[in-house]
């Protein structure tokens, strides 16, 4: 049975936790007050915004602008001091006063990196890592924790897929290494997830570390070829209890609309065309188009958003015990009528130290989320096809009035597109979408003697899904023109799935220093199981439009599977230092998965990586304005399993039904049918994982105490083996088999740059940049071709010459864009005619350039090979949607108490191909389907005999004869943008204040998102996602990295303005 969890139980595991903190946190023996000021060592300047605690107690402050501070406490008690970017100190109470100096912390060297099952410190790393800190992720309100990547991490390249609330994003580390699975594998305190983080706190977390290079990832082996980003959760500390209150709301103002046709420019082109071709036939009311009362279908569904979050974390402890207990809430609805994402979290982390040798910590985490769009994506594309008019309707010609009727076009004719009214379909439609998620883990560790632990770890990952769809009886067409019974009978879908992952790693790791030399090991046996269960059904006509209940539909159709797949590993990890000046790490991982056929079930996967401290030694020890200097080297492999399924391996069969059915593979045994079985699936037992084979050279170098960092990367990675379902030859039988089939490099830079500097007691300001450059292209195909076409068929995407939209071809990018060349338009018939002679020279049976019915103001294509025609072999390569570099800049300040931050990301070099457009410029719908709305430039600018414009072609209806429509070059633009992510200036209240209330730090800020892009792009949004679509072969929905970079038209990224506010008590 589908498992559920329960809020209650979760809730009460919370108060007996905060009834645990209350007892194990030790009260005062003494009262009095200590004051003092905490400064600079290097240049006396005072700090102020240094967090002050009495350790082991609730009593804390906040240095003030002149560094000084106020905390109660006792003869006895220890304080301890910390401050971002330098190194925290404790000291004993003696007095009343008690001055405190910090010195600068060279973050670059002492800061602690989270890596495969252990932590080191950023000075001994062998591979490349880059990290994210609590504080960054802070700075920027989001959804999700992925979001927060964007810009902060060199080689990591985020897209938002659409702004749709919940909706997640494409996470990319150092470039395309699969045509299907490109996700990097998620490591959320120990436990390893695949997906996106929507089910995440991004409040919870303490920091993210990606891990990128195969020294670094090898240690996960088969699903490391994407990358590793490490994700750890807040903790309780030994210090007291600290409470922290977060909350903020938000405005997201409505997306800049699509300029389309008014009632009377409608009806007016409409008349044109009619005047012209004659091809449809025109409503009566068309003929006086200043009369039509005009629909503005963007603005009957768009609203402003709202989003609000709030958070509540009780962190703290003693010796003892230390845990972290959280609640959180987000609510947003967004900026489409009856869009929103709601999420509930409820998070714990407890540390019990029972012995000096023995210690436990457990995790777990548990969300509930509600999420509706009642467009999915490429909303704005149906908003801008319709009609913007309603005629002849017999209750009103609104798309709502007073009464609740809905006006709608006559659906017995085709005269236009759809009858559909999107107000309708947001306020009638039914959708429910609820997702319950636990991911729970607890560990013990034991020190056996000083350095050698053991540890072993288990954890459940569930999820649990639950939905519907209603689409309401509709019967405005009968009630229109009296044709009697229901127009559209009720239809109704459910269902429901179920995953059930547990995990059980054992490990043992040791660690010891003798004189110059120092070993770190770890070694492990990790088994993980993955079990999903899925059921439900669909059907129509419903007794009654209240009624939600599968059971009462007619003509169901009910689905329902379970599939378990399992993974067995050993892995280890050993690293040398010799002097603290050369580093040598080995990792190996054995890999055992059930998804692959004996023989080929497991893998090793070794890696290893070298590096030189150069600052280390005598010639540059002395070197003061040099902090550090390392250079490193790896090599490794990992693995890849891709969205491979169960059993692509094997030879699957299937069972007859009745003669009758359409499962029919039965027999005739002596004139009788006998039900049978017959072979749906050809085996492949040579199937195998896909191998990531990655080289990496880098430098990393500190100047002015670590003020002043830069880190520089090149990366060579060589994709083999990537899995494709492909066509087979008909001789089989078989139209399809999943195989390995060839192999992919991404190579290039990564560069970070660091900046902080504290001019005055008042005023401190910092920098970073990161920037990362990406050569993708396919190297080999093992098979009989030279390219891939795209492999999903995209919603939305339907119109007539667009089926093959990219192409990917050896030597070239992954998913480059594919279609014909433009030239233009014709001017002339005597142009197309001339081009026809020269046709009809070269192949007398086809005398045309490119068809019989071309007409001046029709599109004029190239004829790439050179052959006199165009036809389907000249379309050619039109631009990758790849950039050829992304990066991120972060700029920030304090001055007194006011703190400063602007955010920005952008991408260069990358190509959009926009179908949107090509909808804006097209009167006939996809499909013959009837005429649409069309975009207010090329109403302006199309051509005509009297304004013989070279932009836009003339009007047609019929765009298949024509041709002006294909996908060609004119709806390729460059994608390069530049924008304004986060603005955001906070005000932290003097410590005199809020320390009369018992309140440690109260801080407001207002916060803008997505101010401003600087682009070329002419659709609403330049950042394009990879959509979803359906694999034709397998028939699984599933995103491809052939199909990126398209604009249907989706749920575009808009400004949010915010307030906000932080409490910590």
Known sequence: MIRQLQIKNVVLLLGALLLLLTITTPGFAQNGRVTGKVTDTEKGLPLPGVTVKVVGKADAAVTDANGNYSVKAAQGDKLSFSFLGYTAQTIDVTGGVANVKLAP???????????????????????????????????????????????????????????????????????????????????????????????????????????????????????????????????????????????????????????????????????????????????????????????????????????????????????????????????????????????????????????????????????RQDQNNPFGTGSLQQLTELIPTITGNKFTNLAKDGNGNYGFYNPVNIYTKSWNNPLYTIEQNDYKNLTNYFLGSTSLEATIIDGLKIKTNAGVNVSDYSGYFFQPQDDRSSDQYGLGGANQLSVYSQSANNTFEWLWENTISYDKTFGKHAISFVGGVSQQENTYRTVGGSGNNLPSNGIRDLSQVQNLTAFGYQQTYSLASQFARLSYKFGDKYLITGTVRRDGSSKFDEGHQYGVFPSGAVAWRAKEESFLKDVNWLSDLKFRGSYGEVGNQGNIGLFQYAALYTSGGPASSATNVGYPFGKVYQPGVALTQLENPNLKWETDQQTDIGMDVSFLHGDLTFTVDYYNKKSKDFLLTLPTPAQTGFAFQTQNVGSIENKGFEFSLNYRHQTSKDFNYGAALNVTTVNNKLLSINRNTSFINNLVNLTGLNASGWSTFSQTNIGQPVGEFFGYKSLGIFQSQAQIAALNAKAAAANPSNPYYQNSTTQPGDRYFADTNGDGQVTASDRTSLGSPLPKFYGGLSLDATYKMFDFNLYFYGSYGNKIFNYQQRMLESFQAPGFVGVENVGLDYYQNHWTPTNPSNRYARVTYNDDVSGNNVASSVYVENGSYLRLKNFIVGYTLPSALTKKVSISKVRFYFSAQNLFTITGYKGLDPEIGTPSGTNPQTGATQTSATASGIDLGNYPTTKFYTLGVNVTF
């Open 105 to 367: 912390d060279v973050k670059s060297l002492s800061e602690v990196v989270v890596v495969g099952y252990g932590t080191t410190k950023r000075k001994d790393l062998t591979g490349s890592v880059s990290s994210v800190s609590s504080a960054q992720l802070e700075q920027t309100p989001v959804t999700s924790v992925d979001q927060a990547l964007q810009g902060r991490a060199a080689g990591v390249q985020v897209t938002n897929n659409d702004g749709a609330p919940g909706n997640s994003v494409n996470v990319v580390i150092r470039g395309v290494g699969s045509l299907f699975s490109n996700d990097p594998l998620y490591v959320v305190d120990g436990y390893p997830i695949t997906g996106g983080l929507n089910n995440i706190n991004p409040s919870d977390i303490a920091s993210m570390d990606v891990l990128k290079d195969a020294s670094a990832t090898a240690i996960y082996g088969v699903r490391a070829a994407n990358g590793v980003v490490i994700i750890t959760t807040k903790k309780g500390k030994k210090d007291g209890v600290q409470i922290a209150f977060d909350a903020y709301g938000s405005l997201q103002a409505k997306p800049k609309k699509y300029k389309v046709l008014n009632a009377e420019q409608w009806a007016t082109l409409a008349n044109e065309d009619h005047a012209t071709e004659g091809t449809f036939t025109e409503l009566p009311e068309w003929s006086n188009p200043s009369a039509l009362t005009n629909v503005d279908w963007q603005d009957e569904v768009y609203r402003t958003g709202l989003k609000q979050n709030y958070n509540l974390a009780i962190r703290g402890g003693n010796e003892k015990v230390q845990s972290a207990v959280s609640i959180g809430y987000y609510d947003q609805k967004g900026i489409v009528l009856d869009s929103y994402f709601k999420r509930l979290n409820l998070g714990l982390n407890l540390d019990y130290n029972a012995t000096k040798w023995l210690k436990s910590s457990s995790s777990a985490k548990y969300s």
